[in-house]
RNA sequence: GCGCCCUUCGUCUAUCGGUUAGGACCCCAGAUUUUCAAUCUGGUAAGAGGGGUUCGACUCCCCUAGGGCGUACCA
């Protein structure tokens, strides 16, 4: 059987660090199987979701790689959930509800004073043709709950073995508002038979919902597909992740420059026993995947490691891979050049100064002219990759000037910084005459 | 309040009754003919606490503590 799973975001903001783990896993998981991934717009809610979030939505995923096989937009399904709403009523297993917001959230609050479980009391299951007649004519429109068999539903879990859930101790969901609205619930069990997802994946805050939401498989007669809930993540600090944190949001990810493929790594592999590191690519990914690597508890969020595997990403990066970004920032300053400064990269955009280092004008730092005149004088009248272990040598014969004292001035004259990538294939690049130049203490 | 899940080096984790408790990151040290960075090599460092079960427990059970999630006419 061919894997199917869907990433369902609601396009009412854009996709951020606290839900990307579910887009991440299920496309790395399908990836590997060779199976299929959906996205799929949840915009039932009419009222909230807005067609730019939903560009904003597909344009992150995109940039991140996860292209999907099939897309559908949950408003344009309405005829599915209506038919999904009269099979539950024809099966007695949705029921019209007359209470109020406000009447619920009492009764919770006082089921709650009393050291009660704040359930649903079924009330208006017990309602009488007459009394529902009386709330129609009032002009009231129900809601309508799901009737819980009220069992122990079980499942194998894909990282958490076996499951169950006690659904008398849930109130009976509501799938559809007094609005006439479709909640999550129906049009996701729906759609997901409909559509033949065999997997569905997703954090561990749904393993309640994935009760109900067996037994609204089996009350429509579909397939129940096998579930696998992920632990959810937390701040570096072990509490919950911060609100700043969790709103995270790629395009802001984005726009500090990092790679999409250090975000894919980093939060693919966290709370794996897989170490944090910056993958090849997504396939690999894919491959290496393995819900048996998955631990059971929270797992840390900690942008330290995401900019570290962001380096990561950056030195593993060939020049093919890289000259078309060079060549935007006005950088491409060839292969040796893409090589000679890699390894010093945090950020992709870190290159625009150390391209102005070889084909820009550099101010030289001077704090020793006398020093960096000697320097000048024992300079080859050609310099190639060879030159700069041969010269420092002579240098440091000439002025006793060692470690250090020796190379931080030569550093600071040819570069105009105090750190930067090996100096050896730099001044190759940067070649005699602009070194000369700025060994002699002027901008060149 | 109630329910579910979780708790091994600072961090992510391996171990599925008998191990010198392994790996990765961080950190520290050394190397790279001698700055920073990068790279390589090596090193420090762990079973939340308390009870059981057992010849033997990180591993199984119970309690406590701590953390996460759920308990919506949100998703």
Redesign the pocket.
């Known amino acids: 059987m061919t894997v199917k799973v869907r990433f369902?975001p609601?396009p009412t903001g854009r996709i951020h660090v606290g839900n990307i783990r579910a887009a991440i896993v299920n496309w790395v998981f399908a990836r590997g199987q060779g199976g299929v991934f959906v996205l799929r717009i949840?915009d039932?809610?009419l009222a909230r979701s807005t067609q730019e979030y939903e560009d904003g939505i597909e344009a992150d995923l995109t940039w991140l790689g996860l292209t999907w096989d099939e897309r559908y937009n949950q408003s344009k399904r309405f005829d599915l959930y209506h038919r999904a709403m009269e099979t539950l009523k024809a099966a007695g297993r949705l029921y019209p509800?007359y209470?109020?917001?406000d009447e619920?959230d009492r009764r919770?609050k006082v089921q709650?004073s009393r050291?009660q479980?704040?359930?649903y009391d079924r009330a208006s299951l017990k309602l009488t043709p007459e009394e529902i007649a009386a709330f129609e004519a009032e002009g009231r429109k129900p809601?309508w709950r799901f009737k819980l068999e009220g069992k122990r539903v079980k499942w194998t879990d894909l990282v958490?073995g076996e499951c169950d859930v006690?659904t008398t101790?849930?109130?009976d969901p509501?799938l559809i508002?007094?609005?006439g609205?479709f909640?999550?619930?129906l049009p996701s069990v729906a759609d997901d038979i409909d559509m033949g997802i065999t997997h569905v994946i997703r954090g561990?805050?749904?393993?309640?919902?994935t009760g109900t939401q067996i037994e609204i498989f089996e009350a429509l007669g579909g397939a129940v597909p096998t579930f696998g809930h992920f632990?959810?993540l937390?701040g570096a600090d072990?509490?919950?992740?911060s609100k700043r944190l969790g709103s995270l949001s790629i395009m802001q990810l984005r726009e500090d420059g990092l790679e999409p493929l250090a975000i894919t790594s980093h939060i693919g592999k966290?709370?794996?026993?897989d170490?944090?590191?910056a993958a090849g690519s997504l396939d690999e990914l894919g491959r290496n995947f393995d819900f048996a690597?998955m631990?059971?508890?929270?797992?840390?969020f900690?942008e330290a490691?995401l900019a570290?595997i962001n380096?990561?990403v950056l030195?593993a990066m060939d020049y093919a891979a890289a000259r078309p970004r060079l060549a935007a920032l006005g950088a491409d300053l060839g292969e040796d050049f893409w090589l000679a400064v890699r390894?010093?990269l945090k950020l992709f955009g870190d290159v625009a100064d150390l391209a102005r280092i070889v084909g820009g004008e550099v101010t030289p730092v001077v704090e020793d002219p006398a020093f960096l005149a000697t320097a000048l004088e024992l300079l080859p009248t050609i310099v190639d990759a060879s030159t700069w272990?041969?010269w420092?040598?002579a240098i440091?014969e000439a002025t006793g000037a060692?470690?250090?004292a020796?190379?931080?001035p030569l550093?600071q004259a040819l570069t105009g910084m105090?750190?930067?990538?090996?100096?050896g294939p730099l001044l190759a690049l940067i070649g005699r005459d602009k070194a000369a130049k700025r060994l002699a203490g002027e901008t060149a």
């Open positions: 369902a609601s949840d039932t809610d509800c209470e109020t917001a619920l919770r709650l050291g479980p704040p359930i809601h958490r006690d101790s849930m109130s509501v508002r007094e609005d609205a909640l999550y619930t561990e805050d749904h393993v309640a919902n632990s959810l937390v072990g509490s919950a992740l966290l709370g794996t026993s170490a944090l590191e690597k631990g059971r508890h929270p797992a840390r900690d490691d570290r380096a990561g030195h390894p010093n272990s041969a420092s040598s440091k060692k470690g250090r020796l190379f931080l550093r105090d750190h930067g990538p090996e100096m």
